[in-house]
Structures are given as structure tokens and as C-alpha cells.
């Protein structure tokens, strides 16, 4: 049985990713994120990043975009195929599923945004990437209004948090 990689299916797994895209060496993301070094060695060493976040991390290389707003993007790429997935599928369970990922995309943009207030930078809510991602996902809920609502309050609430 092939071992399991506790990266893949680690919570902050895109912003691992896009660590050990940035070159932030093995040892420090370990520490950051509380894993083992090695798990996140064989995770880029054995090929489970996307191609889409590698292609991704080298449009930024050029453009040379702000780290964050890179890592927005990301999150805006998978957020849109997870829902995009959910919509087609009409299983409830891949429905539900999809919310729960959101959800956890959702609190990853709460995390980066924290990031930034520590720097003394911008409030990321106020952003044109994060709000055009925002009206993206509210709009691709409306299906799902329970969910819309939940993650519209949530929203709300984070923005008010880093005001
Ligand atoms: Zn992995």
C-alpha cells in the first residue's frame, strides 16, 4: 500500500505549496506549518503539486506580482474548479464537500490576511483580486443559499476582524 502524504492532505496545503514554490527551504516550512521536513521534501520531490501552481508561480515570476496576491490566485483557480465540479455533479455528498472546501479556502484568505496586517500593509479585503474572487463564489452559491449565506456572514465577519 503506497504511503500517504500528509502534505496533499494537509489543511494548509496551498499555502505549503506556494512556500516551496517561492524556494523557502525545506527545514523553515516545516517549522512554519508543524510538519516533518522530509513529508514536504518527498511532497515536491514526488510531483503532487499542481502543474497549474507551478505554471502559475511562473507567470508570477514574471509579472513579479505580489506574493499574497499570487497566492490568491491559486486559491481563486481551485475555489472555481471545486465549484464548478459541485455544480455538475448532483451527488450531494461532492456538493457539500465542495462548500467545505470553500469554506476552508475562505479561511486561508482570513490566514493571508492576517499576514498582512502583521506586515502593515493593505487590508486584503479591500483588494480588486479578492473582491472580484468574492463575487465570483457568492455567484457560483447561489445555488447552494444556505451555503452562500454561511460564507457571505463569514466573510463579513473576517473583514470587520482586520479592520
Ligand atoms: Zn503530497
Known amino acids: 500500500m503506497a504511503r500517504k502524504c500528509s502534505i496533499c492532505t494537509h489543511k494548509q496545503r496551498i499555502a505549503i505549496e506556494a512556500d516551496i514554490l517561492d524556494n523557502v527551504p525545506y527545514r523553515d516550512i516545516a517549522t512554519r506549518y508543524n510538519v516533518g521536513r522530509m513529508p514536504v521534501q518527498r511532497h515536491k520531490q514526488n510531483g503532487h503539486i499542481e502543474d497549474s501552481l507551478i505554471k ?10 505580489d506574493d499574497l496576491l499570487v497566492k490568491i490566485l491559486y486559491l481563486q483557480e481551485e475555489t472555481l474548479m471545486v465549484l464548478s465540479e459541485a455544480k455538475d455533479d448532483k451527488n450531494q455528498n461532492t456538493v457539500l464537500s465542495a462548500i467545505g472546501k470553500a469554506g476552508q479556502l475562505i479561511e486561508l484568505q482570513a490566514r493571508l490576511a492576517g499576514q498582512l496586517q502583521e506586515k502593515q500593509v493593505i487590508n486584503i479585503y479591500m483588494q480588486p483580486a479578492f473582491i472580484k474572487m468574492q463575487n465570483i463564489i457568492l455567484s457560483e452559491l447561489d445555488q447552494f443559499p444556505e451555503a452562500k449565506y454561511r460564507i457571505a456572514e463569514r466573510l463579513t465577519k473576517e473583514a470587520e476582524n482586520v479592520r
Open 56 to 65: 502559475a508561480h511562473g507567470i508570477r515570476k514574471i509579472v513579479n506580482a
